[in-house]
């Protein structure tokens, strides 16, 4: 055999070795079939935060100083913790779907409903905890209005029209941040906007099934770091990190 031949087997192994993790993109108004190993990569990459999520919003109601402080911690780490439950629930289930169809398509819901509240619950300490203008106090409760509505968009048009539903996510997360930047406190907004350009470029891994092997998972680690980001953000400039502390260790900070 000749050269030439030699360096066709070479490419035909590499296309088979991709092959193995990735599956051919499907056809319009289909869903990608992940293969065994994208399947696997979308569990781990989420179930692996549930715990830390939980940890994160016991922590936040730890340090909290006051009855609302309180309140938005449980608001905030049930989002957390919902959205990575749910998602790797969905998962799951969508792995071992050929007995469980109908619920695999009750959790892709649930899933995609989760991620409109999980956006309403990160907004909501820096809305309910920073003082906010007149007009601006109005977006404490037309969050959580958006999240209901996109919800029920979800239960009647689930699917049908992919690029109308990232629309409304990426409305959802953008209205809430303009309320955010009108604050007269400011501390904060720069971690926001990296955390919000961590999800935004992770678009661009959710949108490449089939294209490039193990896109969704890599999604998940986006969405992780976005999720960490505006943890570590809610943490430092909400939270008092001293009230770890007890008062007369505190006392030690003061001049
Ligand atoms: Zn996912």
Redesign the pocket.
């Known amino acids: 055999m000749g050269r030439g031949g030699c360096e066709g087997t070479q490419r035909h192994a590499g296309l088979v070795r991709w092959d193995r993790f990735m599956n051919h993109r499907p056809l319009a108004h289909r869903r990608y079939e992940p293969t065994h190993y994208e399947h696997a990569a ?1 569990c781990a990459t ?1 179930a692996l935060w549930i715990m830390p999520s939980a940890l994160g919003g016991a922590a936040l109601h730890w340090q909290a100083g006051d009855g609302w402080q309180r309140l938005m911690a449980w608001v905030y780490g049930a989002a957390l913790c919902a959205l990575f439950t749910v ?1 790797t629930a ?2 799951t289930i969508s792995w071992k779907k050929s007995h469980l169809r109908t619920v695999e398509h009750c959790f892709h819901m649930f ?1 995609r409903v989760t991620i409109y509240f999980f956006i309403a619950g990160t907004y909501a300490p820096w809305l309910n905890l920073r003082e906010l203008g007149p007009w601006a106090v109005h977006m404490r409760w037309l969050v959580w209005m958006m999240a209901a509505v996109g919800s029920l968009y979800i239960y009647h048009f689930h699917e049908r029209h992919k690029m109308l539903e990232l629309l409304f996510y990426s409305i959802m997360a953008v209205c809430p941040a303009l309320v955010i930047l009108s604050m007269p406190d400011q501390d904060g907004v720069l971690e926001l906007a990296v955390g919000g350009l961590l999800y935004a470029l992770g678009v661009v891994f959710f949108k490449s099934d089939g294209r490039l092997p193990f896109a ?1 998972a890599i ?2 680690v986006f969405v992780t770091l976005g999720a960490a980001t505006h943890y570590y953000a809610t943490w430092r400039h909400l939270y008092k990190p001293c009230a770890l502390f007890p008062p007369s260790l505190r006392l030690l900070d003061e001049p």
Do not use: R
């Open positions: 979308n989420h998602s969905f998962h899933d969704h999604w998940h």
